[in-house]
């Protein structure tokens, strides 16, 4: 909306043309490589956490889609509130706790409320701060899946808040920081510890993951899930197309989520690496949904959309561990690997009578594990893991990095989100009760429904209504 | 599609080569990081442009969703035709009276057509212009919300054609075109008058907010919205899963439409003040859902979704104006303040007996507003203002040329927008008939239905319908 | 993910200063310019290819819109796995086959398996990659549309692959390989054959729509599309709010389909280029808009937003071919006149009895022809073509070349679809049984259906119904 710039352009033209014919020999541009470098890589880093923001609308297409229209108002609104509580928690704590100087190598102890950091010559801190909010946010939104249709508002609000605050940002301190215990690095040379994680598989996916699990093993099944015998019974999702919708949506912000985390592009290693990066990506979702076609096909005898898509998403979730380690070849073997694991790890689940509407365990957990022990067997790229895989000489030195890497991550996740669910639920309780359930939470919590014209509203009448999904404000 | 870059590089990297060993010492490259910064910044804007221009898409599923499934046809095709009006009229002559060469301050007279304006060493003069077209498009677009369900397609046709043709332009002209009347600058020194608004809670939201409010005052309350008693009635959205998608498609929009309205990253303090603005952008739309949840909260008794999602709204139009210029926590505080304005605002219209389906002015011109004034409390970058806010040393001097400025747009918009509308009430008329507003606009004005399968066409054998919605022109 | 990147840095500027003050002359930065544009390039493809590949959720969106709710889940299945399938063929082979070294000009015979291709110097070949395989899929997706609501999906699961496998990259290599037979160059020159297709409205949308036309003729119309009297009857799409944003989402698309294959942004000319483009494909895809209202206006008496939407397409399909040539003026003409082509020619396809439910041949055919010949006419940028079109004093050799690119790659693409449709109809069957049919694909496909709460679900009791749309594998 300026025309500062052009002004300031062509004084900095008019004053490099001056420089050049008339100055010093080394200031011949306003303008340096390397700072051109900072602004490259800060407006990739932008873009890139723009896509991963976009993931907040998938989740949510994604997750209303395949429950019931009766709870659709309350999905969308837990999938909008995790990420505001999320802006909010990492913006005072999270990020302080993820990124903070530390000596100890357990916890980051500044920069609180994104105080005092910013320096010349790199990104800058806050680029840096949206693309870590909307990964933190990925990592609250996965566990609304695996808790839908039954969890009291107040109690996932809370929750939500929490996650951001510190379950998640200390996992990201120990593998992301630079100087956490699970992977201390300088420069290109990691440590002899080297749990590996390039974007995520275990620190984001898995940590949303292991506290939906344990988040859907307190809260106990949907009423009705389970009949009488113990088997499980299909309860449909509403809109299939909004299912296809969020797929896409997250396919589109994983372009964010995997290359954005090299973290730069500005020079031929990173421009190479990013590219790579994408296409693993892609080529890993495409492998994702032929694995799980296959096998829904071979299951059912038909083939499934819900299962192919899923497929993908656990096509993603598997390399976004090794996305940056591995070849092609490599990436279409471990999403072809991963589009099963999503199928028979949701068997499994109803086999513990463990009910995750939307296979949010399969797809983040299970999927986030293989691929994080895949880079133990695939990483063929020695320079960024400190040795090879399995598969490509290295041996099981990094396999087992890997192993203690995810136990360790499981472990603490599961831990404290099993607490917050559990003092959640002797406090102002986690789930809503069961005639509530029944009616659909949209009238129960929101006093709404989401698709008036087209569903009947039951109990309209004799429950109290705002003015939610109607001209605003206009109370009757 | 072509290998003539790859062997453009090729040549330009043996001829570096050549004249870094063999040359002048100036000459060393082919590409100066003068020109590097321009491509950069001409990439920077028109990603900036293509988010921007995605809020199309936002804004109709919005308003879509927050009004009656017989409408939504009618609605639709309104938000396109104004993006399709507001290209060919800012082509020909919006760009020029916004940003063309002029005398006296008030307008500009050149570049129509977008003729004859392109330079060496700056960002294409047409990437500008498709910066600003989807500017100009989210203006027009505002109005179609506050319209929706009774106005005549023929009648908001010619509107959307007229406030991007002129009404919009000449704002635009005031405040950005550095040689308006309200604020006129050269290089980074802001003049006397220094009206601020950044990236336009004014220029863009108030304005569409302004034409939106004269609208539905013209146009008058749909049927039945205000009983008997004068009291407002509910009319209930028909789909909450479109509103939800479509203010995230905004909230991904803004992080063009705010950090994109720098015009440039290519330096280290771009760089900074991009990454800034997307913080700021995000942390405000943020707190806006807190404040209108928590709002809607002790209003209704229930978190209500569609207010929470209008208080994200509320947030983004409020940072707009002062998202440069102002701290990651004053940000958060000028958003918590827009959610509460946008509940209150609903409620002060109903009382007015002015109908306002989705919230159009609560959002765009309340907010807007909110937001422009907010800038004079607390800017606190003095660089980029001129001064800093109340609240930041810098006394009433910002306060009182933001209050001009909100005055002066206010009543240009309020009267060029209200004669415009007047002019077509009594000419072609403004206005739907009673039946037809009954039946729905979607029958009556285009044939047709939005959801043939799911819900039941009335009249639809009565009335001629066209092969619309249908296998293209298969006429019946 | 890694601070690796801020320790290169600070090297980096620490390396920087040391040279700088200490070193030699020409070496004073670590980064060149030239490897900056190298990066800058890269990030530029690998944008426009996360745009193009959102419009896979674009097609299908619209196509799912535009036709019954019965058979949505099966469109968007096939639309999910021709991109599936095209990414693996183009790994495998189709890359090699349009951009592999040959010596004969009509196809590439090496780097299948993305084998052994990347240098130094140049955007990464898997930045291309990415960019090519979208495209790929595009002209892929565009035959879904065409064939919806009765084909088989194991049928169209192999036509898709085998359009990216060999259809597809052989007329990308006569055309873009910069060695094709149909298009060869070195550096800005172009041989004397000089057909012309910036970015592939012959290439990707004439190809989908030849391959289009022969799976509808193959086909057959749908069940009931034609009455006894041979007129043809309407049958409407379920969801219009689906086929907006559809629309918009492939407008969105198209900014990194026509932009983007300028394939580079780092020079003053690129940056100029790519802003032209930008504006002429949104310019153009407004008139378009245009022109399909006027027309749906004047022959159906109101104003059709299928109509409309579809002038979208026709005037953003249209412009592909020359948006680099030809001024703003001419790409408004060259839309409004695509927008009634789209109109008319589902008339012509009707009067033939060819059912092609979304307008795809219209779209995707006509308008490709329209707009590759259009470059004939309307290039006025010598450079780039090697003459100017007929209204620009060029003559008519530049219309010949562009009439034989026509034809030439609509006989290939005709001929080898038709034979792959012949071969599916003759060996696993092309078409579902009329029952099927009948009852909707969904279930007869993929014993599901798209929104079991608000439709019926016909014969669900009767058909083995398998745990698709529902809690993931949760087989009752």
Partial sequence: MRTWRKVGLALASALGL??????????????????????????????AAFLVFFMQAGFAMLTAGLTRSKNTTNI?????????????????IGWGLAYGASAGGFIGTDQFFLGD????????????????VVFAGTAATIVAGAMTERTKFTAYLAYSFLISLFIYPVVVYWVWSGAGWLNTYSGNTVDSWGFTDFAGSTVVHSVGGWAALMGAIILGPRLGKYGPDGKPRAIRGHNMSLVFLGVFILWLGWFGFNPGSQLAIASQDNANAVALIAVTTNLAAAAGAIGALITSWMKYGKPDMGQTLNGVLAGLVAITAGCAYVTPLSAIIIGLIAGPLVAFGAEWLDALKIDDPVGAVPVHLICGIWGTLAVGLF???PGNTGTTGLFFG???????SQLVGVVVVGLWTAVTAGTVFFLLKVTIGLRVSAAEEEAGLDIGEHGSVAYPDLLPMPEAETIPVPASNVSRASAQ
Same sequence: chains 1, 2, 3.
């Fill in 18 to 47: 001056w420089i050049a014919f008339g100055g010093t020999a080394f200031a011949q541009d306003e303008l340096t490589t390397a700072e051109l470098a900072v602004a490259l890589d800060t407006l990739w880093l932008l873009v």
């Fill in 76 to 92: 969308l609104m837990k999938n909008l509130m995790d990420f505001v509580m999320c802006s909010i928690a990492f913006w005072a």
């Fill in 117 to 132: 950091a910013s320096e010349e010559g790199s990104v800058p801190v806050l680029a840096s701060w949206l693309f870590q």
């Fill in 379 to 381: 990483a063929s790229i």
């Fill in 394 to 400: 290295g041996g099981t030195t990094l396999l087992v």
